[in-house]
C-alpha cells in the first residue's frame, strides 16, 4: 500500500464526522477532524492534508471562505465539498471559487471514497518531466494534447492544470469526438452521479473553467463546443 494519505474533515455535525471517520480510517486513510471553518483552515494549513471534506455551512466561517482563502494563498489541495441535495447553489457556487469537486448528503461511502481516490490520485500525481510527459501525449486536437499514463493535459507543449472534474470531463469529450452529449448523459457517464435534478448546471461550470485552461479565446471556443438545446461536444 501506498503511504497512508491524510483527508482533513471539516463538518460541524457530529455523527457525520464520526461516520466519515470511521469509515475512511477502515478504508486506511488517515484522519484529522475540524469543527468549525476557523479550525478547518488552521488544519489545513498545519496538517499537511492530502484532500480535505468541506462542509458548508460551519460556525465561525463558511466553508466556500475556508476553500477561497486556501486558494488565494495558493493552497492547492483537492477540496470536495459536502452539501446537501437540495442546495443546488452551493455546488455551482463551490466549483466556481475553485473546489475540485462535489458530494451530496446523504451520500454513500462507496461514491465518496471512489471520488476521494480519483481526486487524490491526480494531485499526487508526480509528472516524471513535463518535458517528457509532453512528448508521449496523444494528440487530440488542434494544439491539445493528453497523456492518460499521466493524467496530464497539454496545450502547445505546455501544462494544462484541471482539476480532476474538468480532466475527466475533457478525456471523456475527447474521446468520443463530434458526439453531441445532454448535460444528464455527462453527469450519468463521467461522474456516475445517479440522482441528477438541477445538479446540471454544475456541468456548466465546469465546461465554463474547462474552456479558459483550453480555449485561446474561451468566448468563441473551438474545442469544446454548445450545441444549443442539446448539449456539448468535442469539435474536431
Ligand atoms: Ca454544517
Given at each position: 500500500?501506498?503511504s ?15 461516520i ?10 488517515r ?55 437540495e ?11 475553485g ?92 461522474w456516475?452521479y445517479?440522482?441528477?435534478g ?39
Amino acid at each position: 500500500m501506498n503511504s497512508q494519505k491524510t483527508i482533513l474533515i471539516v463538518e460541524d455535525e457530529k455523527n457525520i464526522v464520526d461516520i466519515l471517520r470511521f469509515n475512511l480510517q477502515r478504508e486506511g486513510f488517515r484522519t484529522c477532524e475540524a469543527y468549525d471553518g476557523e479550525d478547518g483552515l488552521n488544519k489545513a494549513r498545519t496538517e499537511n492534508p492530502d484532500l480535505i471534506l468541506l462542509d458548508v455551512m460551519l460556525p465561525k466561517m463558511i466553508g466556500f471562505d475556508v476553500c477561497k482563502t486556501l486558494r488565494a494563498e495558493g493552497n492547492n489541495v483537492p477540496v470536495i465539498i459536502l452539501t446537501a441535495r437540495e442546495e443546488e447553489s452551493d455546488k455551482v457556487l463551490g466549483l466556481e471559487i475553485g473546489a475540485d469537486d462535489y458530494i451530496t448528503k446523504p451520500f454513500s461511502m462507496r461514491e465518496l471514497t471512489a471520488r476521494i481516490s480519483a481526486n487524490i490520485r491526480r494531485s499526487g500525481m508526480a509528472a516524471p518531466s513535463a518535458a517528457s510527459a509532453a512528448a508521449s501525449a496523444m494528440p487530440v486536437a488542434g494544439e491539445l494534447s493528453i497523456n492518460t499514463d499521466s493524467h496530464q493535459v497539454f496545450r502547445g507543449g505546455a501544462v494544462v492544470e484541471l482539476t480532476q472534474r474538468e480532466y475527466e470531463l475533457l478525456t471523456f469529450l475527447a474521446s468520443h469526438p463530434n458526439k453531441v452529449y445532454s448535460r444528464v448523459d455527462l453527469m450519468e457517464q463521467v461522474w456516475n452521479y445517479g440522482y441528477v435534478g438541477s445538479d446540471v448546471r454544475t456541468v456548466d461550470v465546469t465546461v465554463r473553467r474547462l474552456r479558459e485552461k483550453i480555449e485561446a479565446d474561451p468566448a468563441n471556443p473551438v474545442y469544446i463546443l454548445t450545441r444549443r438545446g442539446v448539449g456539448y461536444y468535442f469539435s474536431v
